[in-house]
C-alpha cells in the first residue's frame, strides 16, 4: 500500500522524514553551557526528533553545569530531554561527580585518547530499538590543547575495530586548530560516516560531505546564550582581556540558541549523504525577534 498523498507531500518537502525508509538520521548538537543551553535541549529537541525523524541524538555535555564540566543530575536532565549519546572534551574534569558517570553511564563518552587505564569509555556502539547500529567515537585534540595520547594514534586502530560491528560511525573531536581537525577527518575519509568538530563554540560555514563518504563540519557551535562571549557575560571576559586579572566568567542568558547538524547515513553503506546545520531559537526568544 502506497503513503497517501498529503503524507507523500510532505515527505518530499522534507528529505530528512523521507530518510527514515533508508537511512540513521543523527542530530548532532554542539557543546551545551549551562541551563540555558540545557533548556534550549529539553524545548527543541523533542521538535527536532519529530520534524526530522531522527534516529539518534549526540550532543557534547561538557560544558553543561554551570558553563564548566557536568555532573549525574546535570547529565540526566539532558538524558531525559531526549539525547541518546553525550561526548565531551577537555573539561570532562572541571566537577569531580563526573566520575559516577564515568564509571556506571554507558551512554556517556570521555575523549579516547587519554591514556590507558584512564576511566570510562572513549567510543561504544549504540542500538535503538527499531534502529541500525550507530558507533559514536570521541577524541580530543592535541594542538593549543591538553596534552593527550596521539589522537591520530588511536583513531585508526579504534575505527577498524568499531566497524567490524557497524560501518555507521560518527565522530566528536574536541579541538581547537582547524587543521588538526582537516586532517583527522581527511585521515579518515572512506572509513566514518560523519565527522563534527567541538570546543570553539563558534558555528561553522565548512559543512560538506568529503570524497569518500564522511561528513564533515569543523565546529557545530555551541547550545546556550548566544548573546554573549562564547556563552559567557560579556562585561568579566572584556574585563579580562583588559586587565590581565581573574574575573568570574557566570553564564549569560540572552538569545538562547541550540546549534548542531543533522547528517543523513545510508545505513548499508555507512556513507553520509546529506548534511545540514541547524541554528534553532528557543520558541520565546524566536517571537521576540
Not at 569543523?218 to 572584556?238: H, K, M, N, W, Y
Request: with cysteine.
Amino acid at each position: 500500500m502506497g503513503l497517501p498523498a498529503t503524507s507523500r507531500s510532505q515527505l518530499l518537502d522534507n528529505p530528512f522524514r523521507l530518510s527514515y525508509l533508508r537511512r540513521v538520521n543523527v542530530l548532532f548538537i554542539g557543546d551545551i553551557v549551562g541551563e540555558p543551553g540545557r533548556r534550549a535541549v529539553k524545548q527543541l529537541v523533542p521538535g527536532l526528533r519529530e520534524r526530522f525523524s531522527i534516529s539518534y541524538v549526540v550532543a557534547n555535555g561538557e560544558n553543561s553545569a554551570g558553563g564548566s564540566g557536568i555532573t549525574p543530575k546535570t547529565a540526566e536532565e539532558i538524558f531525559a530531554a531526549g539525547v541518546d549519546v553525550m561526548t565531551t572534551g577537555d573539561h570532562l574534569w572541571d566537577q569531580k561527580e563526573v566520575t559516577v558517570l564515568l564509571e556506571s553511564e554507558p551512554r556517556f563518552l570521555r575523549p579516547l585518547n587519554y591514556p590507558p587505564g584512564t576511566m570510562g569509555q572513549g567510543s561504544r556502539v549504540f542500538r535503538l530499538p527499531g534502529q541500525p547500529a550507530l558507533a559514536v567515537m570521541n577524541l580530543q585534540g592535541r594542538v593549543f590543547m591538553p596534552d593527550l595520547d596521539n589522537p591520530f594514534h588511536v583513531a585508526q586502530a579504534e575505527v577498524a575495530r568499531l566497524r567490524v560491528e557497524t560501518h555507521n560511525i560518527l565522530v566528536d573531536f574536541h579541538a581547537e586548530a582547524t587543521s588538526e581537525k582537516i586532517a583527522m577527518v581527511r585521515m579518515l575519509d572512506g572509513q566514518i560516516s560523519a565527522f563534527i568538530g567541538t570546543h570553539t563554540h563558534v558555528q561553522t560555514a565548512d559543512e560538506q560531505i568529503l570524497p569518500g563518504g564522511a561528513a564533515f563540519l569543523c565546529d557545530a557551535g555551541f547550545t546556550g546564550p548566544q548573546e554573549s562571549i562564547l556563552g559567557r557575560e560579556i562585561e568579566p571576559v572584556i574585563k579580562r582581556f583588559v586587565t590581565n586579572t581573574p574575573q568570574r566568567f557566570a553564564v549569560a542568558k540572552d538569545r538562547v540558541m541550540l546549534q548542531g547538524v543533522l547528517i543523513e547515513i545510508d545505513e548499508h553503506t555507512g556513507r553520509a549523504v546529506r548534511i545540514q546545520r541547524i541554528s534553532e531559537a528557543l520558541p520565546s526568544e524566536a517571537s521576540s525577534q
